[in-house]
């Protein structure tokens, strides 16, 4: 009967053409080959960190709101108004969880070391990789989903570590090739000298309130040091009339300051002591810096950090000092072209031309031996499934791929057990680019060979 038919999946289909979906707005795809960059810069800090006895530590990227509420500070740009925050669904008593994205990982991490009480033996080097996300609106080297790379020493006060941080910072610059930055420190002490210089602040900001912009007179009696902070070229002279924080420490905090920059003076690593820095999270103290540098117009802050000895006992932990830096992988990626993109990615070293598919068995068996003894290898693939292409159309792809040596599975090679391997790069014997046979009972024997730019000549 008709009413019992069933429609084809082609029936089924609408004929109106499906809206084209894209990502969204302020979050990027990383494609090939930029993503090889991000690789490159990735194993980079892998190694520079495993160097300085820093071990990885990997956080969830949804945390409680509350978390960065009292982490971060309520009256920060970030919580009022940047964070990607919801309501979670009910569980079965009805109960919702306030879940943020993370704008930001020191909080992150401390919740990890307090919970999973790692401080429990003594101080820890962790660093981090990975996205944080903020609604902000997106231009060159800000985007609502970027990502960060981060140091954090744990449980350690002395001024020592924040110069171990910083000198790793500015080694990471040297191992990445990149020169034009400039570091800027500062102190902001401890709580009871930063309420004093509170008070003379916010005096002298309300002595000139007309001069203040918007955004000054709603941070004036909540987070007046924040004020310091401001891009609004006409403040600039109440800003810089204002009282300097450091003239309000005391004999330890300055101890501690000079010290940090005679370690930082004995290793070469110039700085610029920058009084209006107070960076953007209310869990500093004492150490704050930036490198900074002025390739990248306003978004030219590479990296930033500073001690926050206060911060774990806030989160619910036991007391214990800290302190740690975050770079953002885009703008440091940026910066490296900016300055003359020499990174040197690995080549691939051979691409598998196969003539006929009653080859495949074989061929895949010799190429799984050589990515088994460390070759890089692309097989090739037909765009049909009878159809693998003319040997012409093969060497033209194997060519493009920038692969050094290409790997002939012909019959004629395969009824000697060996494949032919070809020089697509090195010098050519003869006017012709340097053909060798390999064993295929062997491969391992000759594997190396590929890696190096050129075989030597058959014998």
């Known amino acids: 009967m008709v009413g019992n038919m069933t429609a084809s999946p082609a029936e089924k289909l609408s004929p109106v053409k499906a809206e084209r979906l894209t990502a969204v707005k302020g979050m990027n ?3 090939p080959p930029d993503s090889a960059r991000w690789e490159w810069l990735e194993g980079k800090v892998r190694h520079l960190m495993q160097r300085h006895a820093y071990r990885n530590i990997r956080t969830p ?7 960065f509420v009292r982490g971060i500070g309520e009256v920060t740009d970030i919580v009022e108004k940047e964070m990607y925050s919801f309501e979670d669904r009910a569980d079965k008593h009805g109960d919702h969880d306030h879940l943020t994205m993370r704008p930001e990982n020191t909080a992150s991490v401390v919740r990890a ?8 033996d003594g101080g820890k080097r962790l660093y981090y990789m ?9 231009q060159r080297g800000r985007y609502r989903q970027f990502h960060q790379i981060g140091a954090e020493a744990l449980g350690f006060a002395g001024s020592e570590v924040d110069a171990e941080l910083i000198l790793l910072a500015a080694a990471l610059w040297t191992e990445l090739g990149l020169t034009d930055w400039r570091l800027e420190i500062n102190s902001l ?9 509170r008070a003379q602040l916010v005096a002298h900001f309300e002595q000139h309130a007309d001069s203040l912009d918007e955004e000054a007179r709603r941070r004036l009696h909540s987070n007046p040091l924040r004020i310091l902070d401001t891009k609004n070229p006409a403040m600039e002279a ?22 940090l920059t005679a370690i930082l003076d004995a290793n070469g690593i110039p700085w610029t002591l920058n009084h209006r820095l107070v960076r953007g999270l209310d869990y500093y103290n004492l150490t704050v810096f930036e490198f ?4 990248l117009g306003a978004q030219g802050t590479i990296c930033a950090g500073g001690r926050y000895d206060y911060l774990i006992e806030q989160m619910g932990g036991k007391a214990a000092p800290a302190v740690g830096w975050a770079l953002g992988v885009e703008r440091v990626l940026e910066l490296i072209r900016e300055q003359g993109d020499s990174i040197s990615f690995p080549t691939l070293n051979a691409y598998a031309v196969i003539p006929q598919r009653s080859a495949l068995p074989m061929v895949t068996k010799a190429l799984q031996a050589l990515r088994a003894a460390g070759v890089s290898v692309q097989m090739h693939a037909g765009a049909s499934a009878e159809d693998l292409g003319s040997m012409k159309s093969q060497f033209r792809k194997a060519d493009n791929s920038g692969a050094e040596f290409a790997l002939i599975f012909g019959a004629t090679e395969l009824a000697q057990g060996c494949v032919a391997v070809k020089s697509l790069r090195g010098e050519k014997a003869g006017g012709r680019q340097v053909q060798t046979l390999q064993p295929l009972s062997d491969v391992a024997a000759w594997a190396h060979t590929l890696r190096g730019p050129v075989l030597p000549d058959a014998a």
């Open 238 to 259: 109440v800003i810089e009339s204002a009282p300097r924080l450091i003239d309000f420490l005391g004999t330890d905090s300055l101890a501690h300051f000079d010290s």
């Open 113 to 120: 070391v307090t919970e999973h009480n790692l401080l429990y």
């Open 29 to 31: 795809d990383i494609l």
């Open 189 to 197: 002490g401890q709580p009871d000298e930063r309420a004093r210089h």
């Open 292 to 295: 900074v540098t002025d390739r």
């Open 130 to 138: 990975g996205p944080m996300f903020r609604r902000e609106r997106p």
């Open 61 to 67: 990227i949804l945390e409680h709101t509350q978390l």
